[in-house]
């Protein structure tokens, strides 16, 4: 028999990730990312809970232990730079979680370390500046069937599975469901946005968040430091912003650096510096901005026949802090359970893909979706207080959570966190 033939689409965290797991049945692997060289761009993301086992079974704890960001934990400060609360990080991945994990990556590290993964297998394909326009796939009954896909520059090939690993924004997933199906973003009612400036030796290496009166727009502002001469700044939203939406929209940097320091000008602490940065320093060109937002797809749809969506692009929670981890373990159980099946009959490809992303679906959508709904009201009610009354309420409730340690109450429901990765045999071969 040939190998299994499997198509990636996006060069993220799960695209890579799944490229690894595959390679380990012998599959024949394209991955493809639309920009012209890995996308390692990205501030602070989050290896917890199950994410930290995921990641020793990887073999990658050493690299990313070696990439940790040393945070000593959160901070929220007033309009004078005072500290109100702080938030020590927590010391292992198990249990609730505060809002610095012990495995804190920058993004474009992790990409790296889970790119090094890929590239020691001859059986993975990496190109760059690549996407497709469409595909068309065979019956699901016919055992031979497979998608066909064409590519941007024309070419087209044919293959045994299709997998969407290409974010929230997943264009897989569009082609996938059709023209005619809802689209399945659903809008937490804000913002958040990164960029970095050059630092100050003042700047906290805390991460640091400071609530601005606002009588629009609900807004934080924080400050990040994961190297000396960087400080990261963070914009946290709340509400509709049209200008910032049509920026967003016309995906021009300049335009998106006008309407968020339009938003950010003169709104105390160090809002002006942090914003002149933004304007003119050249640092600041990593700006990464993106709305709220929860991808909603109904039950038994993160699959149609041989073309799966993981990562993001099935089950996006933005900025839950669980994307990584979610990322990295949605592609093992797909490429588990594909892989059970397929061992057990080499003959049909078909039927051990389409089975297998199933149930891949069955076993993990209850925990990637486990804080679905919880965003926005949490959000609302404690993140984001407009008057200065509601400002003055956080900071004193922050400080009782602190003490208490309630702050851990981000993490996961007592049924998700007793979830364990499965094991998958077939997946722990290693091939060439
Ligand atoms: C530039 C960037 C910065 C980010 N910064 C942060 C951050 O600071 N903090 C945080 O918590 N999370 C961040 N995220 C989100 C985080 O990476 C994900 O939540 C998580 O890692 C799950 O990753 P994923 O692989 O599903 O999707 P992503 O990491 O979004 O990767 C999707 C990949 O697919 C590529 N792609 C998209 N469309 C196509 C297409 N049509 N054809 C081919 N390739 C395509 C993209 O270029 C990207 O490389 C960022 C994502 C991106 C893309
Ligand atoms: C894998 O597929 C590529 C084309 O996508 C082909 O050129 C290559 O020969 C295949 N490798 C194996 C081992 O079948
Ligand atoms: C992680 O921390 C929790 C609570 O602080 C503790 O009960 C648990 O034993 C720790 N786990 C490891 C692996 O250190
Ligand atoms: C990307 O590919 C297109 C053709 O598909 C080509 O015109 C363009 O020059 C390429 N860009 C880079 C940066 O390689």
Redesign the pocket.
């Known amino acids: 028999m040939p190998p299994l033939k499997v198509l990636i ?7 890579p990730s799944l490229a690894h797991w595959l390679s380990r049945i012998g599959a024949n692997i394209t991955l ?4 012209p060289e890995m ?1 390692a ?5 989050d290896l917890r809970a199950q994410g930290v086992p995921m990641m020793k079974k990887m073999g990658i704890e050493a690299a990313v232990r070696a990439a940790t960001v040393h945070e000593p934990g959160t901070q929220l400060i007033g309009l004078n730079g005072r500290t109100k609360a702080f938030f020590p990080a927590s010391q292992n991945g198990t249990g609730k979680q505060s809002f610095t994990s012990e495995y804190e990556i920058m ?1 474009g590290d992790l990409v790296s370390i889970l790119y090094g993964l890929t590239k020691k297998h001859q059986n993975v394909q990496h190109l760059f500046n690549t ?1 497709i326009d469409s595909f068309t796939q065979d019956e699901e009954s016919d055992p031979n069937g497979k998608v066909h896909v064409k590519f941007r520059d024309g070419r087209k090939e044919d293959f045994d599975l299709v997998v969407g ?4 924004g ?3 997933r569009r082609m996938m469901l059709g023209p005619d199906a809802p689209d399945p973003r659903h809008s937490l009612g804000g913002y958040i946005g ?1 960029f970095s400036i050059p630092s100050k030796p003042a700047d906290s290496d805390r991460g640091t968040f400071c609530h601005l009166p606002s009588p629009r727009v609900a807004r934080i502002i924080g400050t990040r430091k994961d190297r000396p001469d960087l400080t990261r700044i963070y914009m946290l939203m709340r509400g509709k912003d049209a200008a910032l939406d049509a920026a967003l929209k016309s995906g021009n940097l300049a335009e998106l650096k006008k309407a968020l320091s339009d938003l950010y000008q003169d709104g105390g602490w160090e809002c002006d510096r942090f914003m002149e940065g933004l304007r003119d320093a050249p640092e600041a060109d990593d700006l ?1 901005c993106t709305p709220f937002e929860e991808v909603r797809l109904p039950e038994g749809s993160w699959s149609k026949g041989r073309v799966v969506l ?4 099935a089950h ?1 929670g933005t ?1 839950d802090g669980f ?2 981890t979610w ?1 990295l373990i949605g592609s093992y159980i797909l490429a588990g359970e594909i892989a059970t099946l397929y061992e057990k009959d080499r003959s049909s490809p078909t039927a051990a893909v389409i089975q297998g992303a199933k149930n891949y679906e069955k076993k993990f959508r209850p925990i990637a979706t486990a804080k679905h709904g919880s965003g926005s009201e949490w959000f609302e009610s404690v993140m984001f207080p407009r008057s200065s009354f509601g400002i003055w309420s956080l900071h004193t409730f922050a400080r009782v959570a602190a003490y208490f340690r309630l702050d851990r109450g981000a993490g996961l429901d007592g049924k998700t966190s007793k979830w364990q990765l499965p094991d998958y045999p077939e997946l722990e071969r290693e091939q060439n």
């Not at 690993?165 to 929230?168: E, H, I």
């Not at 993981?310 to 692009?313: F, K, L």
């Open positions: 689409i996006g060069g993220g965290v799960a695209g493809i990312e639309r920009s996308r761009s990205g501030q602070q993301v993004r996407t690993a290409d974010g929230t997943s264009k897989t990164y990464y993981i990562g993001d692009s996006s900025a994307g990584s990322g």
